[in-house]
């Protein structure tokens, strides 16, 4: 075995040393924002176009306080719901309940 300088053997020691560096933290996961659960009993009950839209537009206005749906989409989103309310009130529940349906395919809710 040769004899090693102490400059060069410091040397060697760093090297090595930058090589066993910690494992980094992972970062925090991205949230997919906000998530608030609705009130026990703050949908409306009841079966028909009135209540299914009210239990939409509900979840609509959930939706865009916790920042989960844009204001702008769900300005959108409710015009559309508006459309479906009124053609309800005036006893067109088949085609309330499409436009219903409609409304809610067309921004991605079940």
Not at 40 to 48: F, H, K, R, S, V
């Amino acid at each position: 075995m040769s004899h090693w300088k102490p400059g060069l053997a410091v040397a060697a020691l760093l090297a090595l040393a930058a090589c066993q560096s910690k494992p980094a933290v992972p970062p925090p996961a991205a949230g997919l924002g906000p998530v608030a659960a609705l009130p026990a009993g703050a949908l409306p009950a009841g079966t028909g176009c009135g209540p299914a839209i009210a239990r939409t537009q509900a979840v609509v206005d959930s939706d865009v306080a916790t920042g989960n749906l844009n204001a702008p989409v769900g300005k959108r989103f409710s015009a559309d719901l508006a459309n479906a309310s009124s053609a309800c009130a005036a006893g067109r529940d088949g085609e309330a309940l499409r436009l219903l349906a409609a409304a809610k395919a067309r921004y991605g809710y079940p």
